[in-house]
């Protein structure tokens, strides 16, 4: 992946996203997990819920996600050197992943 950058700005994040599949979902946060340093995790619990200013256990945020009992949940980390956000949003097709490094 190559970071995107203008002549005439600020260097923009790098951004991709993807639908998965439940057990792709698992994965993910076991990758997370044993590959990084999560250093926060939000919920955004629905529609006319917005992410709290407390912290969720990763296990937790998983749990909420595969139970549709959470809207969204947003997930910062270290990993490879650079700083990343992963924002997991439950959609009808299974799961809806942006990710972003800083």
């Not at 005439?8 to 076991?30: K, S």
């Not at 250093?39 to 969720?56: D, N, Y």
Request: proline residues 9%; glycine residues 10%.
């Amino acid at each position: 992946m190559t970071q995107p950058t203008f002549a005439d700005g600020p260097q923009v994040p790098l951004m991709v996203e993807g639908l998965i599949d439940p057990p792709t979902l698992n994965r993910l946060f076991a990758d997370l997990e044993s590959a990084a340093v999560v250093t926060g995790v939000r919920e955004k619990g629905g529609p006319a819920e917005f992410a709290g200013v407390g912290e969720l256990p990763p296990t937790a945020a998983l749990e909420r996600l595969l139970a549709r009992t959470a809207r969204a949940v947003q997930i910062r980390y270290r990993f490879d050197g650079h700083e990343w956000t992963d924002t997991v949003l439950a959609v009808p097709g299974g799961f809806r992943v942006v990710r972003c490094r800083h």
